[in-house]
Each structure stands twice: as structure tokens, then as C-alpha cells.
């Protein structure tokens, strides 16, 4: 499944960056992309498992960047 | 400006006034120390704390630590307004930098102010306006002069001029009357319309170009990749040069700590790859909105990247180099006059449908009178026989004419040759074929000078009709006969010509060429202005019909390309210099500040031009 989700504050490229890496790095994750300029986050899951890797993926922004929050 | 902006503006002109004030004081000791640190918290405070907040996150090489523990190290070290002015031109650097991100997003977007907010329809013989989701397909929706088009549809009635240069960079208006087909999107310019909708607004090619256009920075050119890369590396390397720089040389050197960690202090505040990070995704960005501002829709940013490399380009004939359309080209009568012949042909074919039927019928542009034609037979891969005025004629190819028994003549022409005998005398024939659209020799010549090695033309029809248009187009090769699948072992083939780093293109109408689109490395389909098939199966979208917006898309690439060359090592280059004159002891904070976020706020301009083509189009 892919889904893209807004995501607010988004204020700092690099962070977007990093958190692209690190979403990339979650279990079930197919792919993953963060734009900075469009402040949208791209994630393709695994169907059965979205709901937990989106938990997982909120969790590891919220690491990176905690002013940046992905609207639901 | 937005409010959280405008809030960091007063805090960065306060803590300027503080600092100014603080620097007049001649104070001594701690209260010295105090004054200083009233601006330094006031303007950095957000820095401090997002520092402390991350490393217990485990975010180490944070951008906010890094400036934090530069300027706290400058007050350890006693330079008080050193410490202060570092983080106060960091802060204005950022805010700047955010106010072009926030400008240059708003740029983009009004790009794409495409996307209608109402529909009109009519409750009770009012209109009433409504959210275009709601509207269902067989609705009737009312535009009036001066609104966007908001689902796609029918014209019921009224007659108006459309304005498409949103979606195809076209400034020529269009003309549509009951029965045309409208796309949403274009703006009614003249008259009242009353369209019957015939796809949601979900499915409408407004929401298809927005959904492809907001997508397509999600695949990323092989630059962003490498930038990317790069950025996870060059922060940690220069800050364990950093630290190198604070320890080894006081210790094996000698001297002073103060001086080597000040230089030391300086590596972190260039530490950061803002620049790159931010501006070449930005230019990427830009190219891309600019070039949907002349009807180019590029499906990501490795494709914009991938058009500069072009080496080959295969073009397909029917419907791309020309216009797909088939219209009388040659009349050539033996006896009778031209008009006379035409007339014969056309009432012979009056009840067939088939193409070349109807554009018979087209040329002699008269109605036609049925009673006339008595007896009518299509004569399957032959013709068609027809009773006209009580005179038996016949209109075919020239296995008919043997049949016949008519003497008749080959033609010099090339193109798909009617003969008409009437009675069983050979009257003449008519030369019916595709035209070549008008600037398609053009945007050949145009895509040769833009360094493009070899252009093919592959059709499935005739030989003798595929090599008279590639002649006239100058093209280098020439394949024909094809059938759907001969055309994509074709493209296999010459995807092994080019050179490793060089790109083939194939332009198509989509038509019939989905799986060569995407077995090309970039795909182009044109005219996809409604066409699913099309926006679907390419990477590169032409929404009119002019294949020489190819060399426009070409060249926007180049331009993109270069502007992100230019950033790279812009931006590289200033942050090395400052690097080596910081280790050497030569540069001193300002001018590491520059480096860091001055640098980024050049090149955010710089990318921003990316979106400028005005110059590509008319050149």
C-alpha cells in the first residue's frame, strides 16, 4: 500500500533527509520519502502491517525533529 | 512573513539592540559576562534547548548542537560578542532562509493553481456553488465567463473560447461548441457553458495533473541521491577534524588551547550541508514547475535529470509527427474535373464509415444528396461499389481496378491512393494521407542542435510512406512495417547503441505504445491531454500536441542541471576555503557564518531560477 501523509513544521531539509533515512531503515517498509519542499511524506508498507509501521514511523520523526508532526 | 517568522524578526531585533548596548558598556568581569548573555539567550535560547533535546534523542550531529556548542565554546573561551554575533547571524541566516523556502514553495504552488474550489449547479433555477467532489458523473454543472473549468465533461450548450494555458503553455484560446469535449482546469473565457460531466472530479485531469505534479518530487535524481549521501558523511568528518583540530596540534605542538579550539569552533559552524541539502532538491523542484508552466508535466526529478542526457530519440510517426488524421492530398483526374471526380468518389463511399471514407467526404465539403446513390456494396479490401445517378462506379484500390477491368495508373505520390472508374472507365484517382504536423521538421532540427546523436522514426505503416516523411523531417532512420511488439524489440535494439552514460527517448501518443514507453528510459507521450493510457505509462507528459516542446523540455533539464552544478560547487567550494583558512588560523566566525547559512540563502536564490523559463521558450 502507499499512502502520503502531510506533515506540519517540517522547517529543516537535512532533518527531512534524515528522517527518510531512518523511516527506510523500519521493518516493512518498502519505500519511503520525505519532501521537504512539498512537505509530504510518500510511505509504501506492507498492507497487513501499515498501522504499526505508520506508529513506528511517527515514533522516529518525533526523534529527529520533535516540532514536526505527520497529520494522520 | 507568517507569525512564527515575524516572532523570530522582533527576537532578532531586540537582541541586536541588546547586543549594541552590551558592546557600548565598558564593563568588566561578570557583569560583562551578563550582558552579553542577555541577547545570546534571547536570540538563541530555541537552539539551546532543541540541542539539548535531541542528544538525549541520540541525535548527535544535529545542526542545533553544533551552533550550540560553537558559540558556547566562543563565551568559554571569552569571547563574548563573537559568541553572540555567531548566533545572532545564524538566526537571521535561518530566518532568511525560511522566508525563501516559504516564498519559493508559494511560487511553485501558484504553478498550479490549477485546482478549482466550486462547481455551479442549478437547484430550483438558481446556482448554487458546491465542493466539485459532490458533483457525480451524468451532472450538469454551469460555467460562467471568467471560471475554471472544474470537472471534466460535455458541452451541452453555449459556445466559448477556453483558455488551456494552465495545463498546455498554449496562449491561443479554444473554441468549443455543443457536443466538444472540455477538460477541467481551463479557464472559460467568453460564454456561459452548461457541461454534462462525464468523469469525477477525483478522475478529472485536474486532479490527475496535481496528484502527478505534487508526486513527482518523491523520485529523486541521481544528484539528490548523492547530495544526500554526502550529507550524512561530510557532518560527521569535519567534526572529527574539529576535534582533531582542538587536541593534537596543543598537544604535540604546543601553543595556546584557545587559539586551536577557536579554529576548532569555526569547523563546527560550517558543519552543516544546509546548502546542498536545501538548493539542489530546490532546483530539482523548480525545474519541474517550471516546465509544467509550459505544458510539460515531468514525473520526477531522476527524469528531468535523465531528458540532459538524451543521445537518441525515437520517435513514433502516426499521431506524434503527425497529425494522426487522413486528408485528401492530390486529386488527379483523367477526363473529367477535379471537383467532378470528387464528387463520384464521395458519393460512391456515402455509406461507409471507414477513415479515408470520411475524409473524402470532408474534401468535397458539400451535404450530399443519398437519393443519388442507389445501390451501394463494400467490397472488403477492395472498395466499394456504388450505383450513382444510375452509372455504376467503383472507388478502390488497384486490385479493383484489375478486377474491373480499368485501365488504370499508378500515381508518383506516396500515401494511400483511391481509384475511381465510373461505368468501367478509368476516371482518375485521389491521393489521400497524414500530414506532417507543422513544426515537426522544426523540433527535429531543434533537438539535432541540442546535441542529440540519432533520431528513428519507427511506424507500422508502409515503406514507402514512413520514408517520405522521415526524408522530409530529416530524420537518420527510418523502420517500417511494424507491428506493436517489432517496435519494442526495435527499442531494444537501440537502447544498445548508445554510449553508457546516454539516455534514448521515445515519444509516442499513447496509443498502442504503453509498453515501448516504458521499456525507453524516458518515456514521452504527447497530446495526452485526456488520455489515461498516456499520463500512466510516461515519465514525461507533453499536454498539447507539439513535439517541439521536446527540445523546451530538453533544454529546461539542461538549465536545471546546471544550476544545480553551479550550487554544488558553490557551496562546496566556499565551505573548503573556509575549512582550510579556519585550520590555518586565518578566517574567523563571521566568515564561517557566512559559509554556513549565507551560502544557503545564495544558493536558494540561485535554485529559485530554475523556475524561470521564459527565456527557453522564446529562444
Known amino acids: ?72 | 512573513m507568517n507569525r512564527k517568522q515575524k516572532k523570530m524578526l522582533l527576537r532578532i531585533i531586540a537582541a541586536a539592540a541588546l547586543f549594541t548596548v552590551a558592546l557600548c558598556i565598558p564593563a568588566e568581569g561578570f557583569l560583562r559576562l551578563l550582558l552579553f548573555l542577555a541577547p545570546f539567550a534571547l536570540v538563541g535560547w530555541d537552539v539551546l534547548w532543541r540541542a539539548v533535546r535531541n542528544i538525549a534523542h541520540g541525535q548527535i550531529f544535529d545542526e542545533n548542537f553544533l551552533m550550540a556548542l560553537a558559540t558556547v565554546g566562543a563565551f568559554f573561551l571569552g569571547e563574548y560578542p563573537e559568541g553572540v554575533a555567531v548566533m545572532l547571524f545564524y538566526q537571521i541566516g535561518e530566518l532568511f532562509q525560511s522566508y525563501a523556502v516559504g516564498r519559493s514553495r508559494k511560487s511553485i504552488a501558484s504553478l498550479m493553481d490549477i485546482r478549482p474550489d466550486y462547481a455551479n449547479i442549478e437547484v430550483n433555477g438558481e446556482l448554487k456553488q458546491v465542493d466539485p467532489n459532490e458533483i457525480a458523473v451524468g451532472d450538469t454543472i454551469v460555467v460562467k465567463p471568467g471560471e475554471k473549468v472544474p470537472l471534466d465533461g460535455v458541452v451541452l450548450d453555449g459556445v466559448s473560447a477556453l483558455n488551456t494555458s494552465a495545463l498546455t503553455g498554449e496562449s491561443l484560446p479554444r473554441d468549443v461548441q455543443p457536443g466538444d469535449n472540455v477538460i477541467s482546469g481551463c479557464i472559460n473565457q467568453s460564454g456561459l457553458l452548461r457541461i454534462r460531466v462525464n468523469r469525477v472530479f477525483g478522475e478529472s485531469t485536474v486532479s490527475k495533473i496535481l496528484d502527478l505534479v505534487e508526486n513527482s518530487s518523491s523520485k529523486k535524481a541521481k544528484s539528490e541521491n548523492f547530495i544526500t549521501k554526502f550529507a550524512r558523511y561530510y557532518t560527521p568528518v569535519v567534526v572529527i577534524f574539529a576535534a582533531l583540530l582542538a587536541l593534537l596540534p596543543p598537544l604535540f605542538l604546543g601553543g595556546g588551547w584557545g587559539d586551536w579550539v577557536q579554529r576548532a569552533l569555526i569547523f563546527l559552524v560550517i558543519s552543516c550541508p544546509c546548502a546542498l541539502v536545501i538548493s539542489v532538491p530546490l532546483s530539482f523542484f523548480g525545474g519541474i514547475g517550471g516546465a509544467s508552466k509550459c505544458g510539460i508535466l515531468v514525473k520526477g526529478s531522476n527524469y528531468l535529470e535523465a531528458l540532459a542526457q538524451t543521445e537518441l530519440i525515437v520517435f513514433d510517426k502516426t499521431g506524434t509527427l503527425t497529425h494522426g488524421t487522413f486528408r485528401v492530398t492530390a486529386i488527379h483526374p483523367d477526363d473529367i474535373s477535379e471537383s467532378q471526380l470528387l464528387e463520384f468518389a464521395a458519393l460512391a463511399e456515402h455509406y461507409s464509415d471507414h477513415p479515408i471514407s470520411l475524409s473524402l467526404k470532408a474534401a468535397y465539403g458539400q451535404p450530399l444528396d443519398a437519393a443519388r446513390v442507389t445501390d451501394s456494396e463494400e467490397l472488403a479490401g477492395r472498395g466499394v461499389r456504388a450505383v450513382v445517378d444510375g452509372v455504376t462506379v467503383y472507388a478502390g484500390n488497384d486490385k479493383l481496378m484489375k478486377e474491373i477491368g480499368a485501365a488504370w495508373r499508378d500515381c508518383h505520390h506516396t500515401g494511400t491512393i483511391v481509384h475511381v472508374a465510373v461505368g468501367s472507365r478509368y476516371a482518375g484517382h485521389i491521393v489521400i494521407s497524414d500530414e506532417i504536423k507543422a513544426d515537426a521538421a522544426d523540433a527535429v532540427r531543434a533537438l539535432k542542435k541540442q546535441g542529440i546523436r540519432k533520431t528513428v522514426m519507427l511506424t507500422g505503416d508502409s515503406k514507402a510512406v514512413g520514408e517520405q516523411v522521415a526524408q522530409q523531417l530529416g530524420l537518420d532512420a527510418v523502420y517500417t512495417q511494424l507491428l506493436p511488439a517489432d517496435k519494442v524489440e526495435q527499442v531494444e535494439k537501440l537502447l544498445q547503441e548508445k554510449t553508457p552514460r546516454g539516455k534514448l527517448a521515445f515519444v509516442g501518443d499513447g496509443i498502442n505504445d504503453a509498453p515501448v514507453l516504458s521499456r525507453a528510459d524516458i518515456g514521452i507521450a504527447m497530446g495526452a491531454l485526456g488520455s489515461d493510457a498516456a499520463i500512466e505509462a510516461a515519465d514525461v507528459v507533453l499536454m498539447d500536441d507539439s513535439p517541439s516542446k521536446i527540445a523546451v523540455a530538453m533544454k529546461i533539464s539542461q538549465k536545471t542541471l546546471r544550476i544545480v552544478r553551479q550550487n554544488i560547487v558553490f557551496a562546496l567550494g566556499v565551505k573548503l576555503l573556509v575549512l582550510l583558512l579556519g585550520a590555518l588560523g586565518m578566517a574567523n566566525m563571521w566568515e564561517a557564518v557566512f559559509a554556513d547559512v549565507g551560502v544557503s540563502v545564495i544558493a536558494i536564490l540561485n535554485a529559485m531560477r530554475a523556475l524561470k523559463t521564459k527565456n527557453i521558450i522564446n529562444n
Open chain 1, 1 to 72: 500500500m502507499k499512502k502520503q501523509f502531510k506533515m506540519i513544521d517540517l522547517d529543516c531539509a537535512n532533518c527531512a533527509a534524515k528522517m527518510e533515512t531512518a523511516i527506510q531503515k523500519i521493518d516493512g517498509v518498502q519505500d519511503a520519502s520525505v519532501s521537504f519542499f512539498s512537505q509530504k511524506l510518500t510511505l509504501e508498507a506492507a498492507d497487513d502491517r501499515f498501522d504499526e509501521i505508520m506508529k513506528e514511523v511517527v515514533k522516529v520523526c518525533r526523534k529527529v525533529e520533535p516540532d514536526c508532526t505527520i497529520v494522520l
